[in-house]
């Protein structure tokens, strides 16, 4: 199970005509470092928006303000049944992100949740996506 969300400082989003963004780029650094850690883990632009992917198949999307939805966020890959639960859980952390949340992935407020978490979360996505060849790899650097 993956850790309840607690706060973080909102000192990074900066508003632009009422609209949240990710200014400074801070949120997006911290998505960057955390994905990047992974093995495996490529960056590139994909529909306008940083995307992370293992091995070609994608596990974590950056989201500046989508078609002005309001939320600096990410959408992964989640849990099956995950969603739902951490939705009525927290619903000013998590929501049902566009496009990919029918499919199960989540999407999570990046001003109201902890780097730790937020690690936790990715590190989940990227198990779900990743191919058995990389984990194991990754499992067995760990030791």
């Known amino acids: 199970m993956v850790p309840a969300a607690r706060g973080s400082s909102k000192k990074h989003l900066g508003t632009i005509r009422g609209i949240k963004r990710d200014t400074d780029g801070e949120h997006l650094r911290r998505v960057r470092r955390i994905c990047t850690a992974l093995p495996g883990t490529t960056e590139k632009l994909s529909h306008g928006a940083p995307t992370f992917f293992v091995h070609k198949k994608v596990f974590v999307m950056f989201a500046d303000n989508h078609h002005n939805d309001g939320h600096v966020a990410v ?69």
């Open 75 to 143: 959408w992964i890959a989640a849990q099956p049944g995950l969603q739902p639960s951490l939705i009525k859980s927290d619903p000013k952390t998590y929501f049902k992100p566009p496009y990919v949340g029918v499919r199960g992935w989540l999407g999570i407020e990046l001003e109201r949740i902890s780097d730790e978490d937020l690690a936790a979360h990715i590190s989940e996505a990227w198990h779900l996506i990743a191919p058995q060849k990389t984990k194991a790899a990754r499992t067995s650097s760990a030791r």
